[in-house]
C-alpha cells in the first residue's frame, strides 16, 4: 500500500491549503471565462491576467504563432507595449518552445543560451525565471505560446508546468473557436459588402445609400440602448435593406421622369425580392431575422406602407429604426426625380411624421443624436475635412436642438447659433454639390 507522504513533507513541496483553494477558486474562474464567447483581443487579455495570478509570476504574455511569417507575435503582455514584441520563431525560449512544441522551464534565463535578452533591453526588464508552455489546437499543431515570468517565490516548479498545461490547453481551444469566429465573420462581411455593391454598381446615383443608412440606423440604435448582437443584426438588415432593387429592372431603378402606377409597383417590389433573396441565407441563430426586419422598411406605422401595411408593433422594432434612416438618408440626397432637400425642411419631416410614418420612440432617438454625429454620416462623401474644432461646435447640440435653432428667428440668434447654422450648411451643402456633379456627369452619361 503507498504511504501518503507525511504533512510535515507535503509543506515543502505544496503551498498551504488556503493558497490552494485560491488556486482552485481561480482555475474555476478562468474555465468559466474560456467558455465565454468574446472578442479575441478581450479573451487574450483575460488569459494573461489570470495566469499570471495562478502562476504567482510578475509578468504574462500570450504569444500567437503567425505560420506564414514564422513569427512570434505578442499579443497581450504586462508592462510592454506589445507592438514591439514580435520575433521570430528561431529566437528566444518562446520561440523554441513553439518551434519544438517543448515545455520550457528555466531557472535563470541569463544563463540559457537560447534567452532572447533584446526584449528586457527594449523593455527594461530583468527576467529570471522563466515558464514557457506551447499551446496546440486540435490537429496537435502549434498556434502559440503561453509564457510566464518571474515566479513571486523562487522559480516556477513541476506543479507550475501541469497548472499551465491545463491553462494552455484550455486557452487554446478558446482561442482557436475566437480566431474560427473571427474569420467567418470577415468572410460574412465581405460577402454582405458584395452583395451591397452589386446594388450600388446598377444605380451610381444611389451608391452608398446602404451604408449611410446603417451609420444612421446605428446612431438611433445607439440612443435606443441597442448594444451587442441585437446591435449586428440592426446593421446586417439596415446594409441589405435594398438588396431586392436587383430584381428591379434598371430602366425603371434609375427613370429620371416620373414614375407611372405600373413602374411604381414595380419599384415596390424590391422589399419582397428582399425578403426573398435573404431568406435563402442561411443565417446564424441570432440574426434569422434579417430577412423579416430588412424586408420591413417600407412598412408605416399608421398601417399605410408596403409590402404588408404592418401597423405599428406589429413592424419589428429594429425595422422601424432602418425606415426612418432610410427616409433621412433619401431626403438629404439627390435623387433621378428630385435635387436633396434643404436640411430644415428634411428634419422637420422627421418630426412631423412621428406617429404617422415613423414610430415616435425612433423620432425622439434621432432628434437626440448629437449633431456632431450626424454631420459626420451626412457629409460623408464629401472632400472637405470636418475640421475637429467644429466637430466639438456640433457635439453642443442635439439633432433637434439643432432643428429648434434654424427655426429661430435670424435676429434672435446667438453668434454660436449662427455660427453653427453657417457651418453645418456648408459641409451640408458642399455635400449636395458634390451630389448635384455626380447626378450631372450621370446625366451627361445616359
Ligand atoms: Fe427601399
Ligand atoms: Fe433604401
Redesign the pocket.
Known amino acids: 500500500m503507498n504511504k501518503k507522504p507525511p504533512l510535515s513533507k507535503s509543506k515543502e513541496n505544496y503551498p498551504s491549503l488556503q493558497k490552494w483553494k485560491n488556486k482552485l477558486f481561480l482555475m474555476l474562474r478562468y474555465s468559466r471565462q474560456m467558455n465565454a464567447s468574446m472578442p479575441i483581443e478581450k479573451l487574450l487579455e483575460i488569459l494573461a491576467k489570470e495566469t499570471k495570478e495562478i502562476l504567482d509570476a510578475d509578468r504574462c504574455s500570450v504569444l500567437l504563432l503567425d505560420s506564414e511569417k514564422k513569427q512570434l507575435e505578442g499579443k497581450i503582455a504586462h508592462g510592454i507595449n506589445v507592438d514591439e514584441l514580435f520575433f521570430p520563431i528561431d529566437k528566444g525560449l518562446a520561440g523554441f518552445s513553439a518551434k519544438t512544441g517543448k515545455i520550457i522551464n528555466v531557472k535563470d534565463a541569463y544563463k540559457d543560451k537560447r534567452f532572447n535578452r533584446e526584449i528586457d533591453k527594449k523593455t527594461n526588464y530583468k527576467t529570471k525565471s522563466v515558464l514557457c508552455f506551447p499551446m496546440k489546437n486540435h490537429q496537435e499543431e502549434v498556434i502559440g505560446v503561453f509564457q510566464a515570468l518571474n515566479k513571486k517565490e523562487g522559480h516556477f516548479n513541476k506543479k507550475d508546468e501541469e497548472l499551465l498545461r491545463i491553462l494552455s490547453s484550455q486557452a487554446a481551444s478558446a482561442i482557436e473557436n475566437a480566431q474560427l469566429y473571427k474569420e467567418l465573420k470577415k468572410s460574412f462581411e465581405s460577402f454582405i459588402n458584395t452583395l451591397v455593391a452589386t446594388i450600388d454598381a446598377r444605380d451610381p446615383m444611389t451608391a452608398g ?2 451604408h449611410k ?1 446603417t451609420e444612421y440606423s446605428v446612431l438611433i440604435g445607439k440612443q435606443l440602448g441597442i448594444s451587442g448582437k441585437e446591435m449586428q443584426l440592426l446593421e446586417y438588415a439596415a446594409i441589405l ?2 438588396l431586392g432593387k436587383i430584381g428591379v429592372r434598371e430602366a425603371i431603378l434609375t427613370k429620371r421622369d416620373s414614375l407611372t402606377d405600373e413602374e411604381y409597383k414595380q419599384i415596390k417590389e424590391h422589399v419582397i425580392f428582399t425578403r426573398n433573396i435573404l431568406n435563402r441565407i442561411y443565417f446564424q441563430k441570432h440574426l434569422r431575422e434579417i430577412p423579416l426586419i430588412a424586408g420591413s ?1 417600407h412598412e408605416r406605422i399608421d398601417g399605410k406602407g408596403y409590402p404588408n401595411a404592418l401597423k405599428g408593433n406589429a413592424i419589428h422594432k429594429l425595422a422601424k429604426i432602418i425606415t426612418l434612416a ?1 427616409v433621412f ?2 431626403i438629404t440626397n439627390t435623387r433621378h426625380y428630385r435635387t436633396p432637400m434643404p436640411i430644415e425642411k428634411a428634419l422637420t419631416i422627421i418630426k412631423t411624421e412621428s406617429n404617422s410614418h415613423f414610430e415616435p420612440q425612433c423620432v425622439k432617438a434621432f432628434m437626440d443624436i448629437s449633431l456632431d454625429g450626424l454631420i459626420s454620416v451626412l457629409s460623408k462623401d464629401i472632400i472637405v475635412k470636418l475640421k475637429q474644432q467644429e466637430l466639438k461646435l456640433f457635439s453642443d447640440y442635439t439633432v433637434g436642438g439643432f432643428l429648434k435653432t434654424i427655426g429661430k428667428k435670424y435676429v434672435k440668434l446667438s453668434n454660436k447659433e449662427k455660427k453653427v447654422i453657417e457651418r453645418f450648411n456648408f459641409y451640408y451643402l458642399k455635400g449636395k454639390e458634390k451630389d448635384a456633379e455626380n447626378h450631372k456627369r450621370n446625366q451627361r452619361k445616359n
Do not use: G, L, Y
Request: net charge negative; hydrophobic share 10%; no cysteine.
Open positions: 445609400h446602404s443608412v435593406h435594398d422598411h432610410d438618408d433619401s
